[in-house]
């Protein structure tokens, strides 16, 4: 008997009788690309489309407003061009117009229609315009599961389809309206997009992103959009990204034509301020080299972890994640070491990766089993039978982190969305009322919150001398308008405070209980109209402050009170 032969038998006899559907063979057949069953045994859009549609609603309807550049830059100049009504930052003036027009007209597309159907309820624009954002991500996210699970199989994109849901993370980036949120969406899709070989519109959506939300995320959209001119058509994939970038920045240029009153670019303007021009962005905070990673912990526990372990485990899996995995993940890498090279650190300048952490995350999840397995043997070891148990109760302990954390951040910060809407109770302070905030002004969350009644809202001094936004002035030229009064070096004007607080009929503060007295506490001349506990981060341990841990969270931490306050009447007083 030859030698052939013998192993020809050997092979046979321990092969299985039959193909169950569950051998490493058939396993290969359905993940490879055009295997013939692959996009039967995926997942299918109903399942990712309705559990990521009822978490993000829940995020829209929930959500914090975690940056006051979110309300700022983006929610307040779109109230003006809805209602001639808002606050305006120096990035708007016509003198920098760093800000795009055409960002906010997109959203415009909804917000016009909702403010035309709600009428005086200017809250529910706002939440209108939450939901939008909440669809588009869970459009582009369902895409992306449904991608993975033809491409890796079911137990992946289950994985990456739990840790989208209830990752905080991913739940607050979702309805944030911002350019970062923005190309979330974009590199999401476009990642997508990829891993189902649809290489031009991966490179268009990429284009997309990057002129329509923020620039400096081309770095993210790079590794994609290099592979896709390499695999696909040259020609055809270079005028899908050429094409459509070139038809949004003449869009624009003529949207910010119209709103600022002069040919300009604030996409170009952007880029100057920031590495051209030498930007000051560090007049606004920065931060230490750590600070992405232990924001990375805090909004993905060890998810994050896990995610930047990823190139540890491409050995092991090299046939299965590499090239294609590797080169959608990569991105999380160049990102984190970009952004922590910069002085000037903010969390949301991390929103772009969030989807992409937990595909590396899950990847790694998944891969554990693969530590051990012996190629040699036909029997799996008890160490992989281990590592498979285990992958379950790792991804279920990162599921429950996560929502301690969402939980504790909803519920220790979200009293000033909720104050703001007490205002809505309260017009019998009178029509022309003045409404005043003080060292609160960055928890603001728009004029959409701030009821007809009230005639202005004014900032009064408590120390802070940065400048402020101040309301945008019809009588310059509303978008158009460069007034004296903003510069670009962050020092306060002498006419962004009001210099009389007699004239305040209504207050917002934050009544933290320290020492010295808030203005509040004299009741002779205020009355308490709503009060709501607000978590106090300087006194409260990290730990408890940073996730939910029963009976210890309200124990352990220290809270101060969340104010909305009205002037008593003369005689009272």
Not at 38 to 51: K, Q, T
């Amino acid at each position: 008997m030859s030698f052939s032969s013998a192993r020809q038998r050997r092979a046979t006899a321990a092969s299985p009788p039959t193909d169950d559907g569950y051998s490493k063979e058939a396993k290969d057949r359905r993940r490879r690309p055009g295997g013939g069953e692959g996009e039967e045994e995926g997942i299918r859009w109903f399942l990712p489309f309705l559990a990521l549609g009822l978490l993000r609603h829940m995020s829209a309807s929930s959500n914090l407003i975690h940056d006051c550049d979110e309300v700022f830059n983006y929610w307040e100049p779109l109230h003006f061009l809805l209602y001639r009504s808002g606050f305006q930052t120096w990035e708007y003036s016509s003198n920098f117009a760093l800000r795009s027009y055409l960002y906010l007209f997109i959203h415009a597309l909804v917000a016009g229609p909702a403010s035309l159907i709600f009428g005086e309820h200017k809250v529910r624009v706002f939440y209108s315009v939450r939901i939008f954002l909440g669809l588009i991500s869970t459009i582009t996210e369902t895409v992306l599961v449904v991608a993975l699970s033809r491409r890796y199989g079911k137990r992946l994109a289950c994985y990456v389809l739990a840790m989208l849901c209830l990752t905080s993370g991913c739940f607050f980036a979702s309805t944030s309206f911002l350019p970062s949120s923005f190309s979330m969406y974009a590199i999401t899709l476009s990642s997508a997009l990829f891993l189902l070989k649809k290489y031009a519109a991966a490179v268009s959506v990429a284009a997309a992103g990057v002129i329509l939300g923020w620039p400096f995320s081309i770095l993210v959209f790079l590794p994609v959009t290099v592979y896709s001119l390499i695999r696909g058509s040259f020609r055809r994939v270079f005028l899908s990204g050429f094409l459509p970038s070139l038809f949004l920045l003449v869009l624009s240029v003529v949207a910010d034509y119209y709103c600022y009153g002069k040919w300009t670019a604030s996409v170009f303007n952007l880029l100057k301020y920031n590495v051209f021009g030498g930007g000051e962005s560090h007049l606004y905070g920065t931060e230490g080299p750590s600070f992405y990673f232990r924001n990375g912990f805090n909004n993905f526990n060890f998810a994050f972890i896990l995610a930047l372990l990823f190139l540890g485990v491409v050995p092991f899996a090299r046939k299965k994640y590499v090239p294609d995995l590797l080169i959608v993940v990569s991105p999380v890498y160049i990102w984190l070491a970009f952004m922590s090279l910069q002085a000037h650190k903010e969390e949301r300048f991390l929103y772009p990766i969030y989807p992409l952490i937990c595909v590396a995350a899950a990847a790694v999840i998944d891969t554990f089993p693969d530590f051990f397995h012996d190629k040699y043997s036909s029997e799996q070891s008890i160490f992989e039978k281990i590592a498979k148990g285990l992958r379950p109760l790792i991804l279920g302990f990162i599921l429950c982190a996560s929502h301690s954390r969402t939980f504790s951040m909803l519920n220790g910060y979200g009293a000033p969305i909720q104050i703001y809407q007490h205002l809505e109770y309260h017009e019998d302070s009178g029509p022309g009322s003045v409404l005043c905030v003080g060292s609160e002004w960055h928890r603001y969350p728009s004029s959409f919150f701030i009821p007809s009644y009230i005639s202005e809202v004014q900032w009064i001094d408590d120390g802070f001398r940065g400048l402020l936004p101040f309301p945008f002035n019809d009588t310059l030229g509303g978008t158009t308008a460069a007034p004296s009064y903003f510069n670009d070096k962050n020092k306060a004007s002498d006419e962004q405070y009001l210099k009389d607080i007699k004239a305040c009929s209504l207050l917002v503060e934050l009544d933290l209980r320290r020492p010295y007295p808030s203005r509040g506490s004299d009741l002779s001349t205020w009355e308490t109209l709503a009060a709501l506990p607000f978590l106090d981060r300087e006194l409260s341990p990290a730990l408890y402050r940073s996730f939910f841990i029963p009976y210890r969270w309200q124990h352990n931490n220290v809270f101060g009170l969340y104010k909305l306050l009205r002037r008593l009447p003369t005689d009272q007083a």
